[in-house]
Each structure stands twice: as C-alpha cells, then as structure tokens.
C-alpha cells in the first residue's frame, strides 16, 4: 500500500487494518447511501429491485471502493458502466441521471432534502453505515506534528 511504500505516520482509512504497529483512533461514523436522480428510470416503477433487475441500469462506482467498503452492492460492481475517480465526479454524473451509486449522505444532504436525489428502492439496505479511522504509527503518536494532526481531526 501507498502507506507502506511512502513509510507514513498515520492513514485515514474504512479499512480495518489488523497490525501490532498500528493505533487505531475512530472518527465519527457516517453514512452511504444508494441514489439516483428522481427522474432516472430507476424510479419510474414503484417496485424494490432485485439484484438482478439493477444489471439493467448503470451503476457507479468509485474504483475499487465497493469491496473495501463492505457495501452490499459488490453482487453488481462488475457491470458498472463507470469507474469514477472520486466522489464529486460521482455526484455529479448522479445528478445528470447517468446512472445511480453510493454516496455519503454529508455530501447529497440538500439533494435529498429538495428530492433531486432518491434513495434506491431495493431488496437490500439503501444505506450503509461508513466507520472511519485514522491509523497511526505508535512510534510516531508522541510527534508533534502527528498531535497536530490529530487534534484537527478530533473536531469532526
């Protein structure tokens, strides 16, 4: 991993990762939840899909992410017509009915608020909870730097 490769400090990560070198420090859960635009076909029948019938439509996803993140949706990552980079272009190709996906509900708040963006009706949860954490070296907690960071962290 780039962790490793660069030998960093500390990682944000929703990986749990099991190491002795390793402190875990937990951030504030949020949650992901699976959209698509109001007016997308997805919506125009009042039906929970089934993982099968989603096949039919474009699902999004950033690259990779889906597995890591234990997001219940991996059945049909391989059909995904767009591996996205990040999730603000995510968002973005959401909101011009490209196709539906995960999104952290921090950042679709006044979407879903307005109904620009609905949550997907399907046989399996429409939201899942993300459980950040910041993974620091111990030999490294006591660095000024390292606290620094950490404190700015703390507040959200």
Do not use: C
Not at 105 to 128: C, G
């Amino acid at each position: 991993t780039s962790f490793h490769k660069l030998n960093a400090d500390m990682m944000i990560s929703v990986v749990p990762v099991i190491s002795k070198e390793l402190e875990t420090i937990y951030l504030k859960s949020f949650k992901n939840i699976l959209v698509a635009h109001k007016d997308h076909p997805i919506h125009k029948v009042s039906k929970k899909w089934s993982v099968k019938d989603l096949h039919d439509f474009d699902f999004l996803t950033v690259r990779g992410s889906g597995q890591k993140l234990g997001l219940n949706t991996t059945d049909f990552e391989y059909t995904a017509s767009f591996y996205l980079s990040d999730f603000s272009f995510k968002k973005d190709a959401i909101l011009k009915k490209t196709g539906f996906g995960w999104l952290p509900e921090h950042m679709i708040e006044f979407e879903l608020r307005s109904k620009i963006l609905k949550p997907v009706q399907w046989e399996r949860k429409s939201v899942h909870e993300i459980q950040p954490m910041i993974l620091v070296k111990k030999k490294s907690l006591s660095g000024k730097a390292v606290q620094m960071v950490l404190a700015e962290l703390a507040e959200f």
